[in-house]
């Protein structure tokens, strides 16, 4: 950190010496025109101790300054009144709230505690400026958070609380949220439950009166909902949702929550946990990590690329090996880069331009996780790359929170 103030120093000084006032050094509203000094830059393969590719690193915070001791998952708010950026940062003992909007000068605003007790899984989504958060500590429900609350905390840190607590079901591995539409889905509940931890399908239209309208009898993992846009023209403008379902993908048509349809499903070869996946941004292909594979199999990491130009028969198109044999967890897609948290190797930036012809290249990286990059659950978690400013969080399992941005942007 003693760092990154002398860097911010020097750009005063230098600002000041050409007559230039110090406010444009950093422009709240207008992230794209902020001039960013980052904590260390990506130079020779490292920016500090952390080896890169392109990626400079701008913020880290350690568990210790957020109340918990290990990390899981994080996402992000852009506050459509202000455009002020926030994440959302997972540990075993809640979810804390970040202010990156100066991703080098960030403010932890405060935490809202896990609802029963400490879990090392908890994952959150964003919808409509709300926080939707679960985990797989016993009876914890889902936690409703209206997020608007963080434009105005008068001394951060402070303890939040949740807005409403849905309790319904008890536990969840995760939930996904479709945002044209006014639904979440817990996924990987118990699977005593009616639907054996498939999705839940619960109207948000008001956030603070969640109804329960069913599900989905098939289990899952981990699912993407999306209003369906693709090259499929017999389901565009459906709601389609894409299981990870341990040893298969299922799509299903999820339109009418009253009757769901299973549409198809696909496996490959040497299956041994389908985690999780994402979809282009054509719709066309679905990006799909297994997360045993490599611990089983023994292999680098492994991402299979499923061609969904056919709902009804989607087919394997081909396998991309990585680097090293690191552990693959959650992936996103923005544009044509494939951000792919990997555990022990951090997170990889996998370019898709060239997908259509079986080509996956690696781009950029920037690992959390110096040690090694050996097939082991520890590292990065997950990645969130959306945000406006091209700022891209990262939670990592035992270092923390970190915020990177590509190289001379």
Known sequence: MIKGMFKKMFL????????????SIFIPNEAAAAVIIPLEECVNGFAGEYPCNDYDLLTHIPFEEMNGTSGNDCWGWTDPLDNKEYALMGTNSGITF???????????????????????????????????????????????????????????PVEFQSDFDYTDFGRAHNIVINETKNYVYPVGTTRSGTYQGGPLFINVQDPLNPIDEGGFLDYSHDAQVVTYNGPDTEHVGKEILIGSNEVEVVIADITDKSNPIRLSSISYTNVEYTHQGWFTEDFKYFILGDELDERRI???????????????????????????????????????????????AGVRMLDLSNIENQSISEIGYFDTYPENDNTAFSGVWSVYPYFPSGNIIISDMNRGFFVIRKSGS
């Open 98 to 156: 970040i202010d990156i909007t100066n991703p080098t000068d960030v403010v932890i605003l405060g935490t809202l505690p896990t609802r029963t007790v400490n879990s090392s899984w908890r994952d959150v989504k964003v919808h409509n400026s709300v926080a939707y958060i679960v985990s797989e500590a016993a009876n914890h429900g889902m936690q409703v958070f209206n997020l608007e609350k963080l434009r105005d905390v008068a001394s951060p």
């Open 298 to 344: 023994g292999m680098n990491t492994r991402t299979i690329i499923l061609d969904f130009t056919d709902l009804d028969n989607p087919v394997h198109h081909f396998d991309y090996l990585g680097q090293s044999a690191a552990i693959d967890h959650n992936g996103y897609v923005k544009g044509n880069t494939y951000y792919q948290a990997n555990y022990t």
């Open 12 to 23: 005063l000084i230098f600002v000041l010496a050409i007559g230039c006032s110090k406010d």
